[in-house]
């Protein structure tokens, strides 16, 4: 399900004695941090806050943000969360967010009308990610998000079409 805002990290500690904070990004890389102008204190886009300065350290992104100017204005923003709008974000196609593809249902690519389940989880294992489906009965199963497996991806629509492994849900009949 596509959202308006996201979360894309959070603050986790200070760096230096000017309000620079360390940023714990929720993304591929904290490079991808460094596109926005303005994040967002709240999930509904409500507390603007203007991107001074972004820039990688590490698997941590360095951020300064507007009105935060001292060491102890950054250190009472510890463990909160940022956001940023969907429509900022620059994506290449056919990449989407974890947070849309939780809840998408999941269909067989063959078969429109068989029902696998839902994808509750996401796991990101180096080589690929994992989907986590969970069916109607709440038996979980774990599926590589991988081209021969994922045919078609719809976050707008909520809906997922896949080619299972042989064998993989037979339990569920």
Known sequence: MIKDYLAVGQIVGTHGVRGEMRVNPWADSPEFLKQFKTLYYDSEGKNAVKVISARPHGNIVLMKLEGVETVEAASAMRNRKLYMRRADAKLKDGVYFIEELIGCEVFDAD????????ISNVSET?????WHIKSDGGKEYLIPAVPSFVIDTDVEKNRVLIRPMKGIFDDEN
């Open 111 to 118: 078969d429109g009308e068989k029902y696998y389940g839902k």
């Open 126 to 130: 180096g080589a690929n990610d994992v």
